[in-house]
């Protein structure tokens, strides 16, 4: 799986992890521009539940999803980016802890972003979430980026 990654140039890993980065700054800020900007216009949500969104019903949940009062820690973690031809498939944990009515609640959900390279240019074509069980939880050495109360964390590398 990993030699699909290998065969390409780091300036198309580059861009599909500043591309997968944005994705989540966008959510994480409620950037409803930006992140339409990365969405192909037959963009499909698919949740955890199994219910599926266009594109116009996603960029409307988007555009209030992410209450940093709620949700006081967000990282994005375990990043794995296949790239076959103009397609790739972007791979990534989030571990959230939400906060109501004073516990705080820690899960993780996966999401595969699959994107199409046209014209030179990546768009998401489809994202799709899964609920992840406590015992498959992708490490924290594996961690690419951190927000607290809704603000990006500096990374030492």
Wanted: hydrophobic share 40%.
């Amino acid at each position: 799986m990993h030699s699909a990654t290998v065969s390409h140039p780091s300036t198309v890993m580059d861009e599909l992890r500043a591309i997968n980065a944005r994705f989540i700054h966008n959510f994480v800020t409620s950037d409803v521009a930006s992140h339409d900007a990365l969405l192909h216009s037959d963009f499909i949500n698919i949740w955890p539940t199994g219910q599926r969104w266009d594109r116009a019903s996603y960029l409307k949940y988007w555009a209030t999803a992410f209450d940093p009062k709620v949700i006081i820690y967000w990282d994005v973690r375990d990043e794995l980016i296949t790239v076959i031809g103009d397609v790739a498939l972007v791979r990534s944990t989030n571990k959230h802890i939400r906060r109501r009515d004073g516990k705080d609640v820690t899960g993780m959900t996966m999401y595969t972003d699959t994107y199409l390279r046209e014209n030179g240019v990546w768009t998401c074509i489809q994202a799709q979430l899964t609920a992840v069980a406590p015992e498959h939880y992708p490490a924290d050495d594996t961690i690419v980026s951190v927000y607290i109360d809704g603000k990006l964390q500096p990374r030492g590398r």
